[in-house]
């Protein structure tokens, strides 16, 4: 997606015009033209329009919530993150196998909290009471933060205020390209710009509405060159035909782009990287076929292994042969794209 996230419809709780925030963005969709309705709540909003599932789907997420985050309490975010930042909820992407597609159930909508500086006050008390251990926070856990970037500003906040917190430190992950905001933020290596990438086949077949992953392998380069720590998601890794050059393509093609724009002193042992093959439950296969009836996405249970989870929810993962043969591929191709980079897991 080159083109930028404009909403079709606008609602905001009434409570968001009394911050700053809220009112500038209310008249700024005005002006806009984009139609702009009050709503009680932004965990009920009605009014989207749909007529079976696919399509209501698909015009949640052209749909903006400008809201009011109340909650005094974050949630946790284990194993990654002590706790989620909640700035963000979901995102403008039509990825077929998103796991918000799930977890957001009948709220697909995208919806933003204009109370930034409490929520961000709330951060400071928890890293308090952690203090002197350091105390992380997720930004990505129920979103993909980037695309509402360019109308709340709200993660350069979050990237300069953890820029101040020597114990507080933050990470979040995007496949969108609009990083130029943040480029400048003051973030004093205390945030993890990390980048979801996949190979040319995925993205085109799966990951709708989201930037190439030549266009993602730019904006890490931009972010490495601001001096971020870096990372990158390689997820959900298929096989197919023709994977392993594809996927070959694909690395080869980062670390091209990284050498390039390195800072000084940089060196590969400061990358993170993290592996995820493909798995789904059955719930999101359901949810999937529903809003996509015609996912051509590879779920089916015969050709996969069944693995108990925690809550009573098992995945299909590939079996393991298969699991092997991606493990053994993906750690030779770090070893001679970024060595010394920390692979932190492979599942
Ligand atoms: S970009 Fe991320 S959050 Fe957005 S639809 Fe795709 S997987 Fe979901």
Not at 24 to 34: A, K, P
Not at 114 to 137: C, D, H, W, Y
């Amino acid at each position: 997606m080159t083109e930028e996230f404009v909403p079709q419809r606008v609602f905001f709780e009434p409570s968001a015009l009394e911050y700053p925030l809220g009112k500038l963005l209310v008249e700024d969709f005005r002006r806009m033209g984009v139609s702009v309705t009050p709503t009680p709540s932004h965990n009920r909003v009605t009014g989207i329009p749909g007529k079976n599932p696919a399509q209501a789907y698909r015009e949640a997420k052209r749909t903006l919530v400008i809201g009011v985050r109340r909650s005094e309490k974050f949630q946790t975010c284990k194993p990654s993150a002590h706790y989620q930042l909640p700035l963000v909820t979901s995102c403008p992407g039509m990825c077929e196998y998103c796991y918000l597609s799930t977890t957001l159930g009948k709220k697909p909508y995208v919806r933003v909290y204009v109370n930034i500086e409490e929520i961000l006050g709330i951060a400071s008390k928890l890293i308090q009471e952690r203090s002197p251990e350091i105390t992380f926070f997720e930004g990505a856990a129920t979103s993909d933060p980037i695309p509402v970037e360019r109308y709340t500003g709200a993660l350069k906040r979050a990237i300069n205020f953890f820029g101040l917190e020597q114990n507080g430190r933050f990470r979040f992950v995007t496949k969108f390209t609009a990083v130029d905001s943040l480029l400048s933020a003051r973030h004093e290596g205390h945030t993890r710009f990390r980048f979801s990438l996949n190979c040319d086949y995925v993205v085109n077949k799966f990951e709708h509405l989201t930037p190439s992953p030549e266009q993602r392998i730019i904006a890490s380069g931009k972010v490495l060159k601001a001096g971020y720590p870096l990372g990158f998601i390689i997820a959900p890794i298929f096989k197919f035909s023709g994977w392993k050059e594809e996927y070959e393509r694909l690395l080869e093609r980062t670390a091209e782009e990284l050498t390039r724009l390195a800072p000084m002193g940089w060196s590969p042992e400061q990358l993170t990287l993290e592996f995820i093959s493909h798995r789904y439950t059955l719930k999101a296969k359901a949810t999937i076929l529903e809003i996509y009836p015609n996912s051509s996405l590879p779920m089916a249970e015969e050709e996969r292994k069944f693995k108990y989870g925690q809550f009573g929810y098992g995945k299909y993962v590939y079996p393991n042969e298969d699991l092997e043969e991606l493990k053994e591929f993906f750690r030779k191709q770090a070893d001679i794209y970024f060595p010394m980079a920390k692979v932190e897991y492979f599942i």
